[in-house]
């Protein structure tokens, strides 16, 4: 009988210290510095709390969908030609090839018409330069989508005069430091300040690439990491829409800024212009 009161005594004594031992490190466990649990916690509070990214991810065009285009107007008028005469005059691929970075502004005054005739290209900038505009509406479009928080990039088949180089740069380099000090926008960017608005991500004379050659696109949505389906892509073009929607984007062809707001409504994307 005492044996079995002994015996009893000590599984009870063990038990006891071993639930005392557990207690003490659960007690630590909590209370240790620095206390996993609560860093275990924090983390999982970080990864839960960390801000999506908001989507859709908006494409825009720049050129007849945001800021006016000179081309059609105030170009033939400094050459002092109806446009007919011009495109019948100028080289069939030298804009092309300039708008692709595969030439420098050099090599295209000395293309841009067939003849090779002489033309004063600084003239030709300047005349560029003051015919742009924002189009009716879409600066306070821009506004308004940037202050929600959208992630708005340019996706625009453009030349290299959306910057300056402030020193001589290959095509290679300007390839490797759009992002860079060597750069600064120029032409469009230092009358409009597009970049207030939106991020010169795409375009053509860094890509090599114009819409609405496919590549060009799927290039953007691997650049981005997002789904096809997660992009609205706005451009005046019907050509450059079909291509967005054919490999997955959502497209819009845009006709004017009231009538973008609309779709863009119709598609969760909701644009509520401030009263003027």
């Known amino acids: 009988m005492m044996m079995a009161m002994i015996g ?31 860093k275990k916690r ?44 011009l495109l019948e005059c100028k080289h069939p691929t030298a804009w092309i090839e300039f708008e692709k970075g595969l030439i420098d502004e050099d090599e295209l005054a000395r293309k841009f018409f067939i003849d090779g005739r002489d033309f004063d290209l600084e003239g ?13 509406g879409m600066q306070e479009l821009l506004q308004t989508l940037r202050d929600d928080n959208f992630e708005i990039h340019a996706f625009t088949n453009y030349p290299i005069w959306f910057f300056t ?10 390839t490797l430091c759009v992002s860079s000090s060597h750069l600064r926008y120029n032409l469009i960017e230092d009358k409009l300040k597009l970049s207030a608005y939106l991020s010169w991500t795409f375009c053509s004379c860094i890509t090599g690439k114009r819409k609405p050659d496919p590549e060009f696109y799927l290039e953007v949505v691997e650049h981005l990491g997002v789904e096809p389906c997660d992009c609205v892509f706005i451009d005046d073009r019907p050509s450059n829409v079909k291509c967005a929607v054919e490999i997955g984007m959502r497209g819009l062809c845009f006709e004017n800024a009231d009538s973008l707001r609309k779709d863009l409504s119709h598609l969760g994307v909701n644009v509520s212009l401030p009263n003027i």
Request: net charge neutral; glycine share 2%; aromatic share 12%.
């Open 8 to 38: 009893s005594n000590k599984a009870f004594l063990m038990s006891t210290a071993a639930a005392a031992a557990t207690a003490m490190n659960t007690w630590e466990l909590f209370n240790s510095k620095p206390n996993v649990i609560e």
């Open 124 to 136: 030709l900038k300047d005349c560029i330069r003051s015919g742009y505009s924002y189009l009716d």
């Open 165 to 174: 180089c402030f020193k001589p740069l290959s095509l290679l380099e300007m």
């Open 42 to 85: 924090n983390r999982a509070s970080v990864s839960y709390d960390a801000p999506k990214r908001k989507l859709p991810v908006l494409l825009f065009d720049v050129m007849d969908t945001i800021v006016r285009d000179p081309f059609y107007q105030d170009i033939p008028a400094f050459f002092g030609m109806p446009m007919k005469e």
